[in-house]
């Protein structure tokens, strides 16, 4: 016999003892039991490869989602905050409103009521348009207040539209008295200032005791508004003397800086009597 022969039946009777061949615990065949744990040994890192790239595109697949939820979640906030708003605008508008309702209801001259579609802010040129004009029955001068008090008058009138001058205007002009009238003496006449919102009254004497949060109306002197329409109250005032007129700082009690719709009284002065346009009446050359 040849020694590979030999060589080669010893290694075919080891493999068929190592195959046959049996723990003695479990009774498993030995070359399982190896295989098995060969296959262990390569299928461990590859598991564990492999489960933490699923881990990996499975984190970003859920990040995703969450930002897609998120961006979901802040657009329907948005929407919400939109709702609340338009919600808060439309509570704002219908109080306005039901004022301007219960003005209507109170004056005793006819109301039309306008809403603001155009602002001047200058401090110069104190001016507001309403979208009413002479087609609504606006003519020059009628006076314009909120629930408030007064706003202004009527300088220029189109056919639809009308522009408003506020008392915040320094040319305004307007007769005005401290206190109910027919309590007080204390006349003067308001216009404008360089500060917004606050008005002055001038000419009131000093004489006269005028106290800050008194408030000031209309006296029906100036032959435009009609005696009683709140215009504001006192904030501050500097003392005159028996000599010096006072100097009287009013703010506004219409709300000038925020209103949105305002009334138009339908007034007109009524007409003076034929000895006063007379003495007024320009002399001939």
Do not use: C
Not at 67 to 89: A, F, H, T, W, Y
Not at 129 to 156: E, W
Not at 168 to 175: I, L, P, Q, Y
Request: charged residues 20%; hydrophobic residues 40%; without cysteine.
């Amino acid at each position: 016999m040849t020694p590979w022969l030999v060589v080669v039946l010893l290694l075919g009777n080891f493999l068929l003892m190592a195959f046959d061949a049996r723990q003695v615990t479990s009774g498993q065949r030995i070359i399982r039991v190896w295989a098995q744990t060969a296959a262990d040994f390569v299928q461990s890192p590859v598991t564990t490869v492999t489960a933490g790239v699923s881990n990996y595109f499975s984190s970003f697949a859920n990040l995703r989602t969450a930002q897609s939820e998120n961006d979901e979640l802040k657009q329907r906030i948005q929407e919400l905050e939109v709702e609340v708003k338009g919600s808060s605008d439309l509570v704002a508008e219908n109080e306005r409103l039901r004022g301007l309702l219960d003005l209507k209801a109170a004056s005793k001259y006819k109301v039309l009521n306008a809403r603001i579609i155009g602002r001047d802010p200058s401090v110069w040129f104190d001016s507001s348009i309403v979208n009413r004009g002479s087609m609504d029955g606006i003519k020059l001068n009628m006076p314009v207040v909120t629930n408030g008090g007064l706003v202004g008058r009527v300088t220029a009138v189109g056919p639809l539209t009308a522009q408003v001058d506020l008392i915040t205007r320094d040319k305004s002009g307007v007769g005005g008295v401290v206190g109910e009238i027919g309590g007080s003496n204390a006349l003067g006449v308001i216009s404008g200032t360089s500060k917004q919102n606050v008005v002055e009254m001038r000419y009131v004497a000093g004489s006269i005791d005028v106290q800050v949060g008194q408030i000031v109306y209309t006296s029906g002197q100036d032959g435009i508004y009609p005696a009683g329409l709140k215009i504001g109250e006192i904030v501050e005032v500097v003392s005159g003397s028996a000599t010096t007129p006072h100097k009287i700082f009013l703010r506004p009690s219409s709300g000038l800086d925020s209103m949105q719709e305002v009334a138009i009284l339908l007034y007109e002065p009524p007409a003076k009597p034929e000895f006063e346009q007379t003495l007024t009446a320009p002399k001939k050359k």
